[in-house]
């Protein structure tokens, strides 16, 4: 499996941004996707995953409301899009992949990873 995530910027707080995730290699309806962040001097930490075959979502508490999982079957493409952001947004953005009959959300339980991609949110 390979992923590969795209669309960190600089923005300002209350500001937009859309992450974007391509996976290859990957039978979709096997896997739940995921988002994760790492900000500087701190853990990786969950953000929200997606049922690829249902389209299940869950969110942590800290974005819920703010930030919206998707998918898009016809690109293979899953997106995060992030609204009313705020600095302690500010971290690198990693999306991930897992089995769906793995019933976890942290990190010890996703075992595909892409490159993350920075998000700074300026206040």
């Known amino acids: 499996v390979q992923l590969q995530a795209s669309g960190g910027g600089l923005v300002q707080a209350g500001d937009s941004l859309r992450l974007s995730c391509a996976p290859s290699?990957?039978?979709?309806?096997?896997?739940?996707m995921g988002w994760f962040r790492q900000a500087p001097g701190k853990e990786r930490e969950f953000v929200a995953d997606?049922?690829?075959?249902?389209?299940?979502?869950y969110y942590a508490d800290s974005v819920k409301g703010r930030f919206t999982i998707s998918r898009d079957g016809t690109k293979n493409t899953i997106y995060l899009q992030m609204n009313s952001l705020k600095p302690e947004d500010t971290a690198i953005y990693y999306c991930?992949?897992?089995?769906?009959?793995?019933?976890?959300?942290?990190?010890?339980?996703?075992?595909?990873w892409g490159q993350g991609t920075q998000v700074t949110v300026s206040s």
């Open positions: 290699r990957l039978t979709f309806s096997r896997y739940d």
């Open positions: 997606i049922s690829w075959s249902s389209g299940s979502a």
């Open positions: 991930a992949a897992k089995r769906a009959v793995v019933a976890g959300r942290s990190r010890n339980d996703y075992d595909n």
